[in-house]
């Protein structure tokens, strides 16, 4: 989904996600049980963890992973942030915190490839490698059995309702008293989506307040579609058992619904995915005066959450290759748009589209100028980065239609559905799409 940055965290592409360290309490009480997160900092949290992707960019690993550590220490249960510090720990030679937050990774359902990650290379000479490396097999092989059902994906919208709850007690208070209704009231009351959903997507509780005072007309006019989101679930699942009928290793996540502050429709971490439902809950009544172009550009009617979550669920199957080219990243958005309309009969977004097909020439022979390096400004994730009249984040697109001619060129089209979901080789997926060749003059 078009956010307007990419994810905070070190490993920005969505892994097959998971959680397992809540078996025991899904068995007693249900996999969306109120929580108390009083405790939590959360704006300390997404402070630490923006400081921690700078400094590992930036290759402070001793400072990235303090500050990942010290996003830990306000209470999250983010297994995501726990192995970011893993990974910055080993490779500022800490093997021994490394392990710990590795180890917490695990308990709290890290899902990826522990072996294929060089960031973790330093530890594999341990002898307590193996023991990880056996005890995350483990819960991976529970977490997939438990989820290999289509029919039985679960889906909260607690906090959907948690939020207007909170927003009628705020319309009755001065505007300076909803910070603290929203946090007694919203905050305090997340589910573990909405937790992960603050720490990649919001950023602060005060900003997140201001967008809301300065969009009333907005958000009111959002309600009613929000509050029957619940209702997509019967489509979903139909995609879902598509996806399956596809690519029958696919696995299938807890769907949390959530209201942000009109900076990502959908995301997935390893909670599941997580799904921005003020983006994703226009009716033909709602007023978009208030919305900046950006936003008004990709704000969506309820009805196309189905190709919302279907983007999503196919961007949670992904298998991170290691490759940070600007093609590999345009293919993995590609392959998510391409496949999340094949099994939602959803299409992408029309801007995108209609841009895209008008000036296709000339957008491939300035993306393929770019495809090599790892920059991906101009093409992908931009909010409003653009020029007037351009919609933003064309690398869509263009992945969209490589892998849409990739898969069509396959006689053996199961084995392209693997290969574009598991995507090991951007290069060999380009070339055997044959797609810039229709451009040479």
């Not at 990235?64 to 990974?87: C, F, K, N, R, V």
């Not at 093997?95 to 530890?123: C, E, M, N, R, V």
């Not at 997580?274 to 704000?299: A, K, Q």
């Not at 801007?351 to 000339?362: F, K, P, T």
Request: glycine content about 8%.
């Amino acid at each position: 989904m078009y956010t307007r940055a990419s994810l905070p965290f070190k490993m920005q592409i969505p892994l097959n996600a998971h959680r397992t360290i809540l078996a025991l309490a899904l068995v007693v009480c249900g996999p969306f049980s109120a929580i108390s997160f009083a405790g939590v900092d959360l704006d300390t949290a997404r402070k630490a963890v923006l400081e921690g992707e700078k400094a590992f960019e930036e290759k402070r690993f001793a400072d990235s992973a303090h500050a990942y550590a010290a996003a830990m220490e306000t209470g999250i249960q983010s297994s995501d942030i726990a192995y970011t510090a893993a990974q910055a720990y080993s490779q500022a030679g800490d093997l021994q915190s490394a392990f710990k937050y590795l180890s917490t990774a695990i308990d709290l359902g890290f899902h990826g490839d522990l072996s294929g990650d060089t960031d973790l290379q330093p530890l594999h000479a341990q002898p307590f490698w193996m023991e990880l490396v056996r005890r995350h097999e483990l819960m991976e092989k529970a977490y997939r059995t438990a989820h290999s059902d289509p029919d039985k994906v679960h889906i909260s919208t607690s906090d959907i309702e948690n939020f207007w709850h909170a927003y009628d007690l705020a319309a009755t208070r001065p505007a300076a008293e909803w910070l603290d209704v929203f946090k007694e009231e919203y905050f305090n009351k997340r589910s573990r989506g909405l937790e992960d959903y603050f720490v990649t997507k919001i950023q602060s509780e005060a900003d997140f307040i201001h967008v809301l005072q300065r969009r009333p007309k907005f958000y009111t006019g959002t309600r009613d579609s929000t509050l029957r989101l619940a209702g997509s679930l019967p489509e979903i699942k139909q995609s879902f058992r598509h996806l399956k009928s596809l690519y029958p290793q696919a696995i299938f996540p807890d769907i949390y619904f959530v209201i942000g502050e009109l900076t990502s429709g959908g995301t997935s971490t390893s909670t599941g995915l997580l799904l921005g439902s003020e983006m994703i809950s226009v009716s033909p009544g709602t007023s978009l005066d208030e919305l900046g172009p950006w936003e008004r550009s990709v704000v969506r009617l309820s009805s196309s959450v189905p190709g919302v979550v279907a983007h999503e669920i196919i961007h949670f199957e992904q298998v991170p290759s290691g490759d940070n080219r600007l093609l590999a990243s345009a293919l993995m958005e590609g392959a998510a748009d391409f496949m999340g309309a094949m099994i939602s009969g959803k299409l992408p977004n029309d801007q995108l589209r209609n841009y895209g097909d008008s000036h296709e020439a000339e957008l491939w022979r300035s993306f393929s100028q770019e495809m090599n390096g790892t920059d991906p400004s101009h093409w992908l994730y931009q909010g409003d980065k653009v020029p007037p009249g351009v919609p933003a984040d064309l690398g869509y697109y263009i992945g969209r239609r490589i892998c849409e001619a990739y898969y069509k060129r396959a006689k053996d089209k199961k084995k392209a559905i693997r290969e574009l979901t598991e995507m090991r080789d951007a290069t060999k997926i380009l070339q055997g799409s044959r797609y810039g060749e229709q451009f040479v003059q």
